[in-house]
C-alpha cells in the first residue's frame, strides 16, 4: 500500500468482476491476456486455477473471483488474465471477468484504506487486506486492489483449510 | 385285238397254245434235272465216305487186335510179327482215314470236317499208344528174364549146391575138430541158405515191383553172395582149386544176374500189358467213338440226301403241274377274247334287222371294229339311217296336214261363238240405253238443287276473307316486335363479351404484378442474405478491435514500466487504442446501418407480401366476374336464341294466315265456277235424252245382222271338221315307224 497524495496521476488497469470495476496499479501489471488453457494442479486450494503457459514462462493463475469471495463462473470470451510483475509477486497472475480501460487518476481523487481505521466498513466485510484504495471516476468507484497480497490470502486459506 | 382280221385272231390263239406246251417242257426237263444231281451226289460222295469210315474202322480194329497179340505172344518173333501186322493195319486205317478227309473236306458238310479232325486226332493218339505198347511187347524182357532165371542161374545154383553138398559130405568125412567143423558147416549150411535165396530172390524181382523195392531185392542178393564169398575160405576147406571154380561160378553168376536185373527192370512185358489195358484201350474206344460219331454224321447225311432227292421230285412235279395249268389258262382266256370278238358283232346284226323289220329304226350298233364284222355292222347302221330319214320326213308332211285342219276347225269354232254373243249383247244394250234415259232425268232435277247451294257457299268464303286479313296484320306487327327484342339481346351479348375481355385482361396484368412481386421478394431476400454476410464481417471487425484493444492496453503497461523510455511508445499505445475505439465505433455503426437495413428489408418485404395479397384477392374476383360474364353471356344468348325462334313462329303463322288467305280466295272463285258448271251440267242432260233414243234404234240392226253371221260360220265347221279326220289317218299310217328326233329335218 503505497498512499502517495502528493505525486503525479497514477494510471490503474482497470477490470470488472460481477460487473464492478476494480483495478491494479499499471506499474504492477505485467500483460494482460486472452490465454485460458489452464494446467490444473492436484491437491490445490479452489483459488488457484492452474498453471498457464505464457511464451516459455510458467504462471500461476487465481481466480480473482473466488479471492474476493465470489461465486466462480465458466470461462467467457470476455475473461482476462492479467500477469503480474515480480516486484507484485512471483510469476503469477489472476482471472478476471472483463478488461475494461487504463484510467489516469489524480491523487486526490483517491482514496487510500488503512489498516489504523479498523471501524470502517471494509475490515467488517473482510477484504480490508486486498483493497488499497477507492478511486473516483466521473460515474464510477474503481477499487484498487493489493496484488501483493493475493498470494498471501491463498497461503492463509491454505493454512485455514489444514 | 378287235380290229385285228380274223385270221390273225386263229394264229394268235394256236401260237400261245405252242408256246405253252413247250415251257411245260423245258420247266419239267429243269426240275428233273435238279433231281438227278441231288441222287448222284447222294451216290458219289455219301456212299463213298461210308465205305472209307467202314474200312478205316475195320483196319483200326484189326491192328488192335494185332497189338494185343503182340503183347501176349512170349517170344520175339512172333511177337514182331504181330507188331508189324498192327503197324500196317494203322497204317492202311490212316491212308483211309486221309482219303475219308479228302472227301469230306470236298463236300464241306457241316460237322463232318470237324468230326474228321478230331477222328484223325484220336487216332494219332492211339496210334502213338499202339506204337508204345509195340515197342514194349516186341522186347519180352521180362520172359527172356525168366529164362536166364531158369537158365544160367538155375545151373549155377545147382552147381553151387553141388558143390556146397560135396564140401558137406568132404567135411563130414575129413573129421576136423568139433569147432572148426561146427563152424564150417555152419558157414555151409548158410551159403547154402544164400544160394537158395538168390534165384528165390531173383524170381520175386521179375514181378512188377516199384524201383526201391527192385533195388532192396539187387542189394540183398549182393549181400548174399558177399556172404557166400565171405564164408567161402572156410567152407572150401582151404581147397584153392575148387575155391578158384566156386568163385567163376559167383562171377558168371553175377554177370547172369545182372542181366536178369536189366531185363526185369525193363519189365517190358508188364508195362506193354499196363498199357496195352488202359491207355490204349481208352485211345481206342476214343477212335471207335469218333467214328461211330462219324457214322453217325454220314448216316444223316445219306438221310438228308435222300431227303432233298424226295424233295426235288416233288417240286418238279409241282412245276410242271403248275405251268400246264397256267398254259391251259392262258389259252382258254384268248380263247374266249377271240370268239367274243367274232360272235357278238354277228348277233348285233341281227338284232338290228330284226328291229328294222318290226318297224323300229331308232337303234344302230356300236361297233368300232376294222375287221369284216365291223364293215357289216357299218353297211347295216347306213341302211336304217336312210330308212328312218324318208319316214321321217313323211310324218313330217302329215303333221302339217293334221295342224292346219285343227286351225280351220278352231276358227270356224270361234266364228260360231262370236256371232252368238254379238246377238246377246245387241239385247243387253237396248235395255241398258233405257235404263240410261231415265237416269238423265234424275240428274237435271239435282242440277238445279246444286246451283242453288253454291250460291251460298260463294258470301260466306267471302267474310271469311275478310277476317283473315285482319290476323294477318296483327301477326306482322309481332313479328316486329319480336325482332327489336333480338337486336336488343344481342347487344348486351356483345357489350358481356367486352367485359370479358377487360376481366381476361385484368388478370393478366394481376398476374404479372404478382410475378413482379415475387422477383422482388426475391431481390430482398438476396439483399437480406446481403446484409447477414455483412454482419459476420462486422464480426470480424470487432473482433480486431478487440484484439487491438488488447494491444493497446498491454502497449501502455509497458510503456508505463519503461517510464521516461516509455513516452514514445506510450503514445503508440495510445493511437492504437483510438484505432480500437474507431473500429469498434465504426464495426458497430454498420452493425446499426445493417440493422436498421434489414429492418427495413423486413417491412419491404411485408409490404410486398400484402401487394402480392392483394393482387391474388383481384385475380379472384375478376374470375368471379370473368364465370358470372360467362353466364349472363349464355343466359343473353339463350334470350336470343329463344327470340329467333319466336321470330320464325311468329313469321310462320304470318305465311299461314297469307297462305289462308289465298286459299279463301280460291275457294270463292272455284265455287263461282261450280255455279256455272251446274248450268252447263242442266243443259248437257237435256241433250243426252235425245242422243239415247237414237241408240236404240241401231242396236235392233245389229242384231239382225249378227243371226245371219252365226248360221255360215256352222257350215265351215263341218268341212274343217272333215279335214282333221283325213290327217289323223295318215298320221296313225306313219306312227308305226320309230325314228330318233335327231332325223327329223326342218323344211
Known sequence: MKASPLENPRLFCSFRVEGKLYGVDILDVKEVTTEMMYTRIAHAPDEVLGLVNIRGHIHLALDLRRLLGLPPIPVTGESRLVLFKPIAGHSFGVVVDSISEIHTITPDRLETFSLAEPASLATQLGQVDLISAIGKLADELLVVLNPRRFLTIVEQNLTRAT | ?747
Open chain 2, 1 to 747: 385285238m378287235k380290229n385285228f382280221k380274223l385270221a390273225s385272231k386263229l394264229f394268235l390263239l394256236t401260237a400261245i397254245l405252242i408256246s405253252s406246251v413247250l415251257l411245260v417242257a423245258y420247266v419239267a426237263v429243269n426240275r428233273l434235272a435238279a433231281v438227278n444231281t441231288h441222287v448222284q451226289h447222294l451216290v458219289e460222295s455219301t456212299i463213298a465216305k461210308v465205305n472209307r469210315t467202314s474200312e478205316m474202322h475195320v483196319r483200326f480194329l484189326g491192328g488192335v487186335r494185332a497189338q494185343k497179340n503182340a503183347v501176349l505172344s512170349p517170344d520175339d518173333e512172333t511177337s514182331a510179327n504181330y507188331a508189324a501186322s498192327s503197324r500196317a493195319a494203322f497204317t492202311e486205317s490212316r491212308e483211309a482215314i486221309s482219303k475219308l478227309n479228302e472227301l469230306v473236306l470236298q463236300d464241306r458238310v457241316d460237322g463232318q470236317s470237324t468230326a474228321v479232325e478230331e477222328l484223325i486226332k484220336a487216332f494219332e493218339k492211339a496210334e502213338e499208344v499202339n506204337n508204345q505198347v509195340l515197342d514194349l511187347a516186341i522186347q519180352n524182357t521180362n520172359v527172356k528174364a525168366r529164362q536166364i532165371l531158369s537158365g544160367a542161374i538155375q545151373r549155377d545154383v545147382e552147381n553151387l549146391n553141388k558143390r556146397l553138398q560135396l564140401w558137406v559130405d568132404e567135411s563130414m568125412t575129413k573129421g576136423a575138430t568139433d569147432a572148426d567143423l561146427v563152424k564150417r558147416l555152419v558157414t555151409l549150411y548158410a551159403m547154402h541158405d544164400n544160394v537158395v535165396s538168390i534165384p528165390f530172390t531173383a524170381a520175386k524181382h521179375i514181378e512188377p515191383l516199384t524201383v526201391e523195392e527192385m533195388t532192396a531185392l539187387e542189394k540183398k542178393v549182393e549181400d548174399f553172395l558177399e556172404k557166400i564169398q565171405s564164408g567161402l575160405a572156410l567152407a572150401s576147406g582151404g581147397d584153392l582149386s575148387s575155391q578158384s571154380d566156386v568163385r567163376n561160378r559167383i562171377s558168371d553168376m553175377k554177370v547172369s544176374l545182372a542181366k536178369l536185373f536189366q531185363l526185369s527192370r525193363l519189365d517190358t512185358n508188364n508195362r506193354s500189358a499196363e498199357i496195352s489195358l488202359k491207355p490204349s484201350k481208352q485211345a481206342a474206344d476214343e477212335v471207335v467213338k469218333r467214328v461211330s460219331k462219324l457214322e453217325d454224321l454220314l448216316a444223316r447225311e445219306s438221310d438228308s440226301g435222300s431227303k432233298l432227292s424226295a424233295a426235288a421230285y416233288a417240286s418238279a412235279i409241282w412245276w410242271i403241274l403248275g405251268t400246264t395249268l397256267l398254259g391251259i389258262l392262258l389259252g382258254g382266256i384268248v380263247a374266249y377274247l377271240v370268239k367274243e370278238s367274232v360272235t357278238k358283232p354277228v348277233f348285233e346284226v341281227r338284232n338290228l334287222a330284226q328291229a328294222m323289220a318290226a318297224g323300229d329304226l331308232r337303234s344302230r350298233i356300236q361297233l368300232n371294229q376294222q375287221d369284216e364284222v365291223g364293215e357289216l355292222s357299218d353297211a347295216t347302221n347306213s341302211l336304217a339311217d336312210s330308212l328312218s330319214r324318208i319316214v321321217a320326213q313323211i310324218q313330217k308332211v302329215s303333221e302339217g296336214l293334221a295342224s292346219s285342219a285343227e286351225d280351220l276347225g278352231g276358227v270356224s269354232n270361234h266364228l260360231l261363238s262370236q256371232s252368238e254373243a254379238t246377238s246377246l249383247n245387241a239385247t243387253s244394250v237396248a235395255s241398258a240405253a233405257e235404263q240410261l234415259s231415265s237416269n238423265i232425268n234424275t240428274m237435271a232435277a239435282a242440277a238445279e238443287e246444286m246451283s242453288v247451294n253454291v250460291a251460298s257457299i260463294s258470301s260466306a268464303s267471302e267474310e271469311m276473307s275478310m277476317n283473315v286479313g285482319t290476323i294477318s296484320s296483327a301477326a306482322e306487327q309481332t313479328s316486329s316486335n319480336v325482332s327489336a327484342v333480338s337486336t336488343a339481346v344481342g347487344e348486351i351479348s356483345s357489350s358481356f363479351t367486352d367485359v370479358l375481355n377487360d376481366v381476361r385482361e385484368g388478370s393478366r396484368v394481376a398476374g404479372e404484378a404478382s410475378r413482379m412481386a415475387d422477383s422482388a421478394t426475391a431481390t430482398i431476400q438476396t439483399l437480406s442474405q446481403s446484409g447477414t454476410e455483412i454482419s459476420k464481417v462486422t464480426e470480424a471487425i470487432k473482433m480486431i478491435a478487440l484484439q487491438t484493444n488488447l494491444l493497446a492496453l498491454n502497449a501502455t503497461i509497458e510503456a508505463t514500466s519503461a517510464g521516461e523510455a516509455g513516452k514514445g511508445f506510450a503514445v503508440v499505445a495510445h493511437e492504437i487504442k483510438e484505432l480500437a475505439n474507431q473500429s469498434a465505433k465504426a464495426a458497430e455503426d454498420i452493425a446499426r446501418k445493417i440493422e436498421g437495413v434489414q429492418n427495413d428489408t423486413r417491412q419491404a418485404v411485408q409490404v410486398i407480401q400484402n401487394v402480392s395479397q392483394i393482387i391474388k384477392d383481384i385475380n379472384a374476383s375478376s374470375g368471379r366476374i370473368s364465370l358470372s360474364v360467362e353466364k349472363q353471356t349464355r343466359a343473353a344468348s339463350m334470350i336470343s336464341q329463344n327470340v329467333g325462334e319466336a321470330n320464325k313462329g311468329v313469321g310462320d303463322i304470318a305465311r299461314s294466315i297469307a297462305e289462308v288467305a289465298k286459299a279463301a280466295g280460291d275457294m270463292s272463285r272455284n265455287v263461282a265456277e261450280a255455279a256455272r258448271g251446274a248450268t252447263d251440267v242442266s243443259r248437257n242432260v237435256g241433250e243426252a235424252a235425245k242422243a239415247a233414243g237414237g241408240i236404240s234404234s241401231d242396236i235392233h240392226g245389229v242384231s239382225d245382222a249378227s243371226r245371219s253371221t252365226n248360221q255360215s260360220a256352222s257350215k265351215v265347221h263341218d268341212s274343217a271338221e272333215d279335214l282333221d279326220r283325213i290327217g289323223k289317218e295318215l298320221k296313225k299310217l306313219v306312227g308305226r315307224f320309230k325314228i330318233n328326233s335327231e332325223d327329223i329335218t326342218t323344211e
